[in-house]
């Protein structure tokens, strides 16, 4: 089955949801049937909250909150699964978290594990590796922004049988889009990394995402990118199930050929 899959890429209003949903639709409208789209990491909230108390007032529940009505509106409008970061609140905290929802309104949830730098200071961790998901558009695993920093959030995934990793960013570290070659290929999983533009200068620092979205095949082929600077969005002809064949060089497997019984500093 092959699938049109892709990203939008544009700026995020920090604390703005109604005019970053108007520009998600906007961006929407370009896209030309499409069947899975990644945004960003924290995709209608912005990024750099002063600390708790703004968060929780921009945060809202996995449950009944407005992205999930939105998201779960776009999917069924345009017979797609969607993936986007946003802020949830829960009863102990708030978590930095990615959604997925099915055409039918199924909807999963995932807490970014690797929190970045100051999102210490306001975010609780997750703390359940992501899992694949069954989607009507393939194996869908999702993880956040700097969680590729640590191989074995992708290769965790790719052993729990994701075809496609769903990859919401906000980025400022300037490897991450090189790095990802390495998790696609050595995992032998599409790789869809959302990422933002523009910049946040609400504390002390100055934050300048640096944009670059892009999709990568099994092999680590760079099928589409994005500016550094300019909103964008991408559709590619993709066919999640290739993802299956982990056969390299005839005779050998990228997770069969795996030593694990070595791997014991890993633990
Ligand atoms: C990041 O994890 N947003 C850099």
New binding site residues.
Partial sequence: MTINAGYLQYEVSFGDWDANAAQVRTLLDQCRDPQLLVLP?LAFSG?DFKDKAELLSLAEPFDGGPTRALLTELAAAKDMVIVAGYAESAPEGCYNASMLVCPDGTAHNYRKIHL?NR?QDVFLPGDALPRAIDTPVGRIGMM???DWFFPETARCLALDGAQIIAHP?????PWCQQAMFARSLENGVFTITANRIGTEARTDRELTFTGGSQLLSNRGERLAQAPIDAAAVALCPIEPAAADDKSIAGRNDLLGSRRPELYTALH
């Fill in positions: 990491e990024y970045f999102e956040i922004c700097f960013s906000n980025l400022v570290l």
